[in-house]
């Protein structure tokens, strides 16, 4: 079955987008266009490149830098990532000072498997060893337990954004200059840029992205940056 006139969307979001923005999508779409079924899924983005490619895909939410060749994107957005790390007790929560990349020398990355995004596993950590950050060992992996098991270990730090749900023993801490960001857009074929469903389902994920995720656009954060001014702050969701 075909999207747009045969009544089916079939689109991806990728893993750990967060509940509220998958549930504002889904909402928000089904309120916008009651005579399409939205077929959602969850899937990397090199599997999303590659049913997109296939026409087995309709649109879908990309985590970037990825391959860019034959698809049309809506609005990127961004929000900062920072660093879960062990609780010394020595920075209460909202007091803590900016903690630089490189203050985590030494440490494992707990990082997500690099076949789910090569793009984005190699930025990471180009950016880390480029703010003096060389990870002891890449441990791959995705499961929030997993993660958190790691880090509670003592040897090693995760990745995330501010309103991650962290444990008892562990803690948050913003990055300095903020090297790290998350970027996100929804992508489709451009061949099927001017399907209702495929316009509908971008607008909706900007919108849940926006105002459930806690993004901006990246070039409001670009802007900011070459002007000297300080990023507002914004609530986060996983």
Do not use: K, N
């Amino acid at each position: 079955m075909r999207s747009g006139a045969a009544g089916l969307l079939r689109a991806a979001v990728p893993p750990e987008l967060g509940s509220a923005v998958v549930a504002a999508l889904v909402g928000r779409f089904r309120e916008g266009s009651p005579g399409v079924r939205l077929e959602l899924r969850e899937m990397g983005a090199e599997a999303q490149l590659g049913e997109l490619a296939a026409g087995t895909l309709d649109a879908g939410v990309l985590r970037h830098p990825v391959d860019l060749a034959g698809l049309g994107l809506g609005e990127v957005l961004c929000r900062p990532l920072g660093a879960v790390v062990p609780d010394d007790g020595t920075h209460p929560p909202g007091a803590a000072t900016p903690l630089s990349l490189a203050e985590l020398a030494g440490r494992d990355l707990v990082l997500f498997p690099r076949r789910s995004g090569p793009a984005l596993h190699d930025e990471i950590l180009a950016t880390c060893r480029r703010h003096g950050f060389e990870p002891g060992t890449v441990i791959a992996g995705r499961d929030p337990a997993f993660v958190v098991g790691m880090v509670l270990s003592g040897t090693a730090v995760a990745f995330a954004p501010h309103d991650w749900e962290v444990p008892a023993g562990a803690v948050w801490r913003e990055l300095a200059g903020a090297p790290l960001l998350e970027r996100v857009s929804a992508a489709w074929l451009r061949s099927r840029q001017d399907d209702p469903a495929v316009r509908l389902f971008a607008t909706v994920v900007e919108q849940a992205l926006t105002e459930y995720g806690g993004m901006v656009p990246v070039a409001q954060t670009v802007l900011a940056r070459r002007a000297g001014v300080p990023v507002p702050r914004v609530g986060f969701t996983v």
